[in-house]
């Protein structure tokens, strides 16, 4: 297609976690109902919040408005989270099988305590992604100029409570599951097909710590595989962020890149 045009610009933390809920939305779940996301390299929350500050108003379905709060944390992707001092306690690096098939190899950091062989107790006692004040540690975003980067960011606690329904996707959906056993996984018995069975340990105790630092219930979720895609596609045809200014808080000016 050598005549295509290309848009190419960096997408913000808010679409991130939008397009997610988006997706759903037009999947026929409504609009009461938030989404949790685990990534490689970030994880988003987003949820309809009238009364939230910091929320942003979207259009959906004929130019209805919605407040929406959605916030992504860089740095705390099921990838990248072990690797930051702040969150996790001695970090060591790991060789991981990431495609059983091929056998290709990548390197990966968690805490030591969360190896294969030690306790599901002791890795979560190696993860600390708060600061007692129901702040999230967020190690790449910016706060204000005094701040810089590495920040720790509150969430609505109040309103997160009141949502009806949660669905976890990306890694949530296909890597987590919410009845395994931690200890079976820290002793090494993940099934040889599991993604990334030798950090299993750290994957099965880091992912719940984040749910329950967000304020969602790790056993009452609904896992969904979709893709964000949809609701990008949605949000372009409907012009979604016709009435959004959006940041992208990784940057020192907070200004997106665009073509």
């Known amino acids: 297609m050598p005549n295509a045009r290309v848009k190419a610009r960096t997408l913000s ?3 991130e976690g939008l397009f997610a809920w988006m997706t759903l939305n037009k999947k026929g779940h409504g609009e009461d109902f938030g989404i949790v996301e685990m990534g490689g390299a970030s994880a988003q929350v987003a949820f ?5 500050a910091d929320a942003k108003t979207i259009l959906i379905d004929n130019n209805k408005r919605i407040k929406m709060f959605s916030y992504s944390f860089l740095g705390l992707g099921g990838n990248e989270a072990g ?6 306690t001695s ?12 056998q290709k190899k990548e390197e990966r950091s968690i805490p030591k305590s969360c190896v ?3 306790s599901p107790e002791g890795c979560k006692g190696a993860l600390k992604l708060t600061n007692g004040k129901e702040e999230i540690f967020d190690p790449y975003n910016y706060g204000s100029a005094e701040t810089g980067k590495g920040i720790y960011k509150a969430l609505p606690q109040q309103q997160i409570k009141k949502v009806a329904t949660w669905f976890g996707t990306g890694a949530f959906a296909y890597s987590y599951k919410p009845e395994t056993k931690t200890s079976s996984y820290c002793k ?5 097909a599991a993604h990334e069975p030798e950090t299993a340990c ?19 979720y609904k896992s969904s595989t979709t893709s ?3 609701g990008a596609a949605s949000c372009e045809r409907e012009n979604c962020l016709a009435e959004a200014e959006l940041e992208c808080n990784w940057m020192e000016n907070q200004e997106c890149l665009k073509n």
Request: aromatic residues 10%.
């Open 188 to 192: 090494g018995e993940a099934p040889a």
């Open 202 to 220: 750290f994957r099965e105790v880091y992912f719940p710590t984040f749910l329950n630092a967000v304020g969602v219930d790790a056993n009452q």
């Open 91 to 102: 970090p060591t690096t790991i060789t991981v099988t990431v495609d059983q098939k091929s």
């Open 48 to 52: 309809p919040c009238p009364d939230c």
């Open 228 to 230: 964000w895609t949809l």
């Open 83 to 88: 690797k930051n001092e702040v969150i996790s």
């Open 13 to 15: 933390g808010f679409e």
């Open 116 to 118: 294969i062989g030690n």
